[in-house]
């Protein structure tokens, strides 16, 4: 088994090193990154150890040290990825807020369009029904996170009905949230259209959930993005240092 600390490396006649070390770092980034391009060219059905392997120049049993399993690197792939892009959106709204939440479900949908087959395949596997525990879990976590935080200021604040559990709450949202990507990457849902059907149907899905200043909230961010379009959403046109796949 590996630890979080050390992966022991055995290569050729090269000694161990620990996992903070710049080489095993550059290499674990080299794994997932090529995991990522072989999702999106390929799709997940395809993707081999031995193919991860001699794409990122490491043997094959480098790749079990590290991850144990296939489903392990896969999940980590995705988690990392979607990790480091949200952390990188540069924010102008207070953490815990309304605004916070829809600028990353917006800078998340703007990075997909230019990773569509990426998110196709993902998305299939997310809805599959003998998904692995590990990859699932790693693709809907981040969404809990997000969601939660703010669904959490809320019932602090008693802006939630009081027959709303927000666990539930929160994990109907981060559903009908990819199934709305999910129908984008299909095909169902143009390009041009995907932020302000994903956004205002989102907010009409929330609504009933929510009383006081909250739902006079959403209530007036709906009519103005009726009236608006996307011209009322908090749409950010960057993230630092953010790259694509």
């Given at each position: 088994m590996v630890n979080k600390d050390t992966i022991d490396i055995k290569e050729s006649a090269e000694r161990p090193q620990t996992y903070s070390s710049p080489a095993i770092i550059e290499r674990r980034r080299r794994i997932l990154e090529e995991t990522r391009k072989v999702i999106?060219?390929?799709?997940?059905?395809?993707?081999?150890?031995?193919?991860?392997?001699?794409?990122?120049?490491?043997?094959?049993?480098?790749?079990?040290?590290?991850?144990?399993?296939?489903?392990?690197?896969?999940?980590s792939a995705i988690q990392e990825?979607?990790?480091?892009?949200?952390?990188?959106?540069?924010?102008?709204?207070?953490?815990?807020?309304?605004?916070?939440?829809?600028?990353?479900?917006i800078t998340v949908v703007q990075r997909n369009r230019k990773i569509r087959n990426y998110i196709k395949a993902?998305?299939?596997?997310?809805?599959?029904?003998?998904?692995?525990?590990?990859i699932w879990t790693a693709m809907h976590s981040p969404a809990v996170e997000h969601n939660r935080t703010w669904i959490a200021t809320l019932e602090k604040k008693k802006q939630l009905q009081p027959w709303i559990d927000v666990d539930a709450l929160v994990e109907d949202l981060v559903r009908f949230e990819y199934a709305t990507i999910n129908d984008w990457a299909q095909g169902r849902i143009?390009?041009?259209?995907?932020?302000?059907?994903?956004?205002?149907?989102?907010?009409?899905?929330?609504?009933?959930?929510?009383?006081?200043?909250?739902?006079?909230?959403?209530?007036?961010?709906?009519?103005?993005?009726?009236?608006?379009?996307?011209?009322?959403?908090?749409?950010?046109?960057?993230?630092k240092g953010a790259t694509d796949l």
């Open positions: 999106a060219e390929q799709g997940i059905a395809a993707l081999s150890m031995n193919d991860i392997g001699q794409r990122a120049g490491v043997a094959k049993r480098t790749l079990y040290n590290a991850f144990q399993t296939r489903e392990r690197m896969i999940a990825y979607f990790d480091e892009y949200v952390s990188q959106i540069d924010y102008a709204s207070e953490p815990g807020t309304l605004r916070y939440n829809l600028e990353r479900m993902i998305m299939a596997l997310y809805f599959s029904s003998d998904v692995d525990h590990d143009p390009d041009g259209d995907i932020i302000v059907r994903l956004v205002g149907s989102y907010l009409s899905c929330v609504l009933g959930t929510l009383k006081g200043a909250a739902r006079k909230e959403v209530e007036a961010l709906i009519m103005d993005i009726a009236e608006r379009g996307m011209d009322a959403l908090p749409v950010r046109k960057r993230t």
